[in-house]
């Protein structure tokens, strides 16, 4: 996977262009399963974001990554502190991840392509 990063500087956190397969993705880092403290500010991020004009129709995958944390918020624990559950106009879906394993991610991935694919 080739990835190369870039920031938008109005907005507080990263912002990294990832390439997969034929797609060209745009991902948010807003933290980790295992980051409890760091969720509400997450969560504030996240609704920043869906309020760009820009990504008004945009298809939104969520990775709830570092799934093998002792600890880590479960897949059903993210998605609820997101609000996830409350997101009616737009396709979502949201994986279970670990990185460094490498497990979830391409799953992601192809959940984002088959979504674009029917839109
Ligand atoms: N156990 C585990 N570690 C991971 C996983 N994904 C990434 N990491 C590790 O987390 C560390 C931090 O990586 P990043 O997330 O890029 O860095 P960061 O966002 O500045 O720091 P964090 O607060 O840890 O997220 C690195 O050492 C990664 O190898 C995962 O799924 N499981
Ligand atoms: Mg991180």
Not at 15 to 22: A, D, G, P
Not at 48 to 62: F, T
Not at 80 to 108: D, F
């Amino acid at each position: 996977m080739d990835e190369s990063v870039s920031t938008i500087p109005t907005m507080g956190f990263n912002v990294e262009s990832i390439q997969y397969k034929n797609l060209s993705f745009q991902a948010w880092d807003l933290g980790d399963s295992s980051d409890r403290d760091r969720i509400g500010v997450s969560q504030k991020e996240f609704e920043l974001m869906l309020q760009e004009a820009e990504l008004k129709n945009a298809v939104l995958l969520v990775l709830a990554n570092k799934q093998d944390v002792k600890g880590a918020m479960t897949q059903a624990e993210v998605s609820e502190h997101l609000g996830l559950p409350s997101i009616k106009n737009r396709q979502w879906a949201i994986y279970r991840c670990v990185a460094t394993e490498g497990t979830g991610i391409e799953e992601g991935f192809d959940w984002v392509a088959n979504a674009i694919k029917n839109a």
